[in-house]
């Protein structure tokens, strides 16, 4: 109880002197009508003019738009397997076992990568690990196109598999921490839908085109990342994390317009980072502490239990599964693209209006229904009782599935990036991508076998580890919509405590 007062009167102290520092800066301006803004985290007037902190500028969208980048690109990465498995086995004569291995070894590559993402983020810095990631995403597509052998394939997959392990949680760490608190989650839950349409895009098109074609237009997205790159700046809180306050100020005054008074936040950033000096001294062993082990429990959780719910196995292999309910592959994944879309705008435009929380309770319990349904589906067509309805009950399964992910699945790592501080965020990072990563890799690789065994069974397995998502999301979630990391990280403190 002490140790709750002693932090309850620091986070009290800490906001007294940042409102009074707010006050100074707010009377040097010469603005009568200068007034400090809570609601918008900024500076503004009243009726006669103002000095604000804008929500929007064009540099915030392109930065937002080269974040993008990465994700569609993974997106590209996850979507590649299901149109092109037929016409890769028989032009390479892959057996079932080798096409699972290269599925399956995007999810291996993602665990190398899960690993060090928070590290190497935290070590080069956000925009420098952009740089890095396009060289490993660009040669992993151009091995594929150009393979001639199953190792030069599962070698090209296994680079694209290593970018998505860093870049997934790069994205949503980049566009937080570059965003004002009215729109972060808006704008990473843009970001992330990305994915859906990096996945609908191979889909599509992989439908017409050749497999080796649809690789060399998969290098789309990271040449035009690299591009962008030249035109953006650095995370501000990556900055001041290494001491670069002068470059921290022309990074913020960059995102917000030359005209911002960028003054507080600024402040506001320097006075987080700095009080988290004295909390640790950035040890992976760090993330342990007590006031960490809640949210690490919750992030690494839900994660898990996504994953265990079947995601990878419904993005690699939509098709084998449309066709084997006795569904068109075409229809089923075009209409699965629509679908994500469609779902994935709604999920942009509420997650900052009802918040995080409800939306992923929202989606565990699409995800658990919608996998029951696709199991009841195979269950009528292996017992023949309705073979014309069950085609369609497995259609409806699969669509409300992509769609429950499309609405929440970008929150776990939203949520990550929100409840962790910056001193142990590179740690979290690590932990929770490669436990998430793990659990995607096991799913993927014995999908086809597990099929096999039960068409039925299985579904019925992703649908419990989905209601088991749903009761942890309803027990361990907080609530981060419109509340800065300081407000976040205090009452994670106080609650461990």
């Known amino acids: 109880m002490p140790q709750m007062v002693i932090i309850f009167e620091e986070e009290q102290s800490m906001e007294q002197q940042r409102n009074e520092?707010?006050?100074?800066?707010?009377?040097?301006?010469?603005?009568?009508?200068?007034?400090?803004?809570?609601?918008?985290?900024?500076?503004?007037?009243?009726?006669?003019?103002?000095?604000?902190?804008?929500?929007?500028?064009?540099?915030?969208?392109?930065?937002?738009?080269?974040a993008a980048c990465i994700t569609f690109g993974f997106g590209c990465a996850i979507g590649y397997s299901s149109p092109t498995q037929s016409s890769i086995m028989e032009d390479l004569g892959l057996s079932v076992a080798e096409f699972s291995l290269f599925g399956s070894i995007l999810s291996i590559g993602s665990l190398i990568g899960a690993a060090i993402s928070g590290k190497i983020t935290d070590l080069f810095g956000r925009k420098m690990t952009m740089w890095i990631l396009n060289l490993f995403y660009i040669g992993g597509w151009l091995?594929?196109?150009?393979t001639k052998a199953p190792s030069l394939l599962n070698l090209g997959r296994l680079s694209l598999g290593f970018t998505n392990g860093i870049s997934n949680y790069l994205a949503?760490?980049?566009?937080?921490?570059?965003?004002?608190?009215?729109?972060?989650?808006?704008?990473?839950?843009?970001?992330?839908?990305?994915?859906?349409?990096?996945?609908?895009?191979?889909?599509?098109?992989?439908?017409?085109?050749?497999?080796?074609?649809?690789?060399?237009?998969?290098?789309?997205?990271?040449?035009?990342?690299?591009?962008?790159?030249f035109f953006i700046p650095e995370s501000p809180q990556w900055l001041a994390k290494v001491g670069r306050e002068k470059e921290l100020e022309?990074?913020?005054?960059?995102?917000?317009?030359?005209?911002?008074?960028?003054?507080?936040?600024?402040?506001?950033?320097?006075?987080?980072?700095?009080?988290?000096?004295?909390?640790s001294s950035e040890g992976i062993l760090d993330i342990f502490q007590k006031q960490y082990v809640r949210p690490l429990l919750?992030?690494?959780?839900?994660?898990?239990?996504?994953?265990?719910?079947?995601?990878?196995?419904?993005?690699y292999y939509s098709g084998?599964?449309?066709?084997?309910?006795?569904?068109?592959?075409?229809?089923?994944?075009i209409t699965v693209a629509a679908t994500q879309t469609v779902i994935g705008i709604l999920g942009?435009?509420?997650?900052?209006?009802?918040?995080?929380?409800?939306?992923?309770?929202?989606?565990?319990?699409g995800l658990c229904f919608s996998s029951f349904l696709t199991g009841?589906?195979?269950?009528?067509?292996?017992?023949?009782?309705?073979?014309?309805g069950s085609p369609i009950v497995a259609f409806i399964g699969v669509l409300m599935y992509m769609g429950s992910y499309a609405l929440g699945g970008v929150l776990p790592l939203l949520l990550l990036s929100e409840l962790f501080p910056i001193n142990v965020k590179g740690s979290a990072g690590s932990i929770c991508n490669l436990m998430g990563n793990f659990t995607g890799w096991l799913v993927a690789y014995y999908f086809n076998f597990l099929i096999e065994w039960s068409s039925t069974g299985i579904f019925f397995i992703f649908s419990a580890f989905s209601f088991a998502n749903f009761i942890l999301t309803a027990t361990m979630v907080p609530e981060t919509k419109g509340r800065t990391v300081e407000e976040i990280r205090a009452s994670i403190t106080h609650s461990s405590d």
Do not use: C
């Not at 006669?48 to 738009?65: A, D, P, R, Y």
């Not at 959780?301 to 419904?314: P, R």
């Open 21 to 66: 520092a707010t006050e100074r800066l707010l009377s040097r301006q010469g603005h009568p009508n200068l007034v400090y803004n809570e609601e918008n985290g900024g500076v503004g007037v009243g009726d006669e003019g103002l000095v604000t902190v804008s929500n929007f500028t064009s540099i915030l969208g392109l930065s937002t738009l080269t």
């Open 143 to 146: 091995a594929i196109a150009f």
């Open 172 to 229: 949503s760490i980049y566009v937080a921490e570059i965003t004002t608190k009215n729109v972060r989650g808006r704008f990473t839950i843009i970001v992330q839908l990305l994915t859906g349409w990096g996945a609908s895009f191979m889909i599509v098109v992989g439908s017409f085109v050749h497999w080796r074609t649809l690789a060399l237009l998969a290098t789309i997205p990271g040449l035009l990342q690299l591009l962008l790159l």
């Open 250 to 279: 022309a990074a913020l005054l960059y995102l917000r317009g030359d005209k911002a008074d960028i003054s507080h936040e600024a402040t506001e950033i320097k006075d987080y980072v700095e009080s988290l000096k004295s909390f």
């Open 298 to 315: 919750t992030v690494a959780g839900v994660l898990v239990l996504m994953n265990l719910g079947g995601i990878n196995a419904l993005a």
């Open 320 to 333: 084998a599964i449309f066709v084997s309910a006795g569904v068109s592959s075409m229809v089923g994944l």
């Open 348 to 365: 942009a435009t509420l997650i900052d209006k009802l918040g995080r929380r409800p939306l992923l309770l929202v989606s565990s319990a």
């Open 376 to 388: 009841v589906s195979f269950f009528l067509k292996d017992f023949n009782w309705w073979d014309e």
